[in-house]
C-alpha cells in the first residue's frame, strides 16, 4: 500500500514541473483546494526546508481517498474524474462523525 503523506515539495517534484517556484504555488493551491475539500488533512510534523532560515515543508495525509485518478481543480473547485467529473463537495461535520 503506497504511503498517503507527502510534503508540498514532495508533490511538486512527483509532478515535474519544469520552473519549481511556479509549482510550489500550483501546488499550495491545489493542496488549500483538497483541504478544504476534506480530502487532506495537514499533519503537524514539517518536512526540512532548503533554507537555514525555513520552517519547512508542511506536510499531507490524504484521509478521503476518491479514486485512482486525483482530483482536478476546475474554477468552481475541486471535481473528481472518478465519478464522472462531479464536483467534490466538503464533508460536513455530521458526515466525518
Do not use: C, H, W
Amino acid at each position: 500500500m503506497p504511503d498517503k503523506r507527502a510534503s508540498t515539495q514532495q508533490l511538486v517534484e512527483a509532478v515535474g514541473f519544469s520552473d519549481p517556484e511556479k509549482g510550489i504555488d500550483i501546488a499550495r493551491k491545489y493542496l488549500k483546494a483538497l483541504l478544504r475539500a476534506g480530502v487532506v488533512i495537514e499533519l503537524r510534523q514539517r518536512e526540512p526546508g532548503f533554507a537555514m532560515t525555513s520552517n519547512g515543508f508542511k506536510r499531507f495525509a490524504i484521509v478521503r481517498d476518491l479514486g485512482p485518478r486525483p482530483p482536478l481543480m476546475r474554477r468552481g473547485g475541486l471535481i473528481d474524474p472518478n465519478r464522472g467529473n462531479a464536483p467534490i463537495e466538503p464533508i460536513t461535520k455530521k458526515e466525518a462523525s
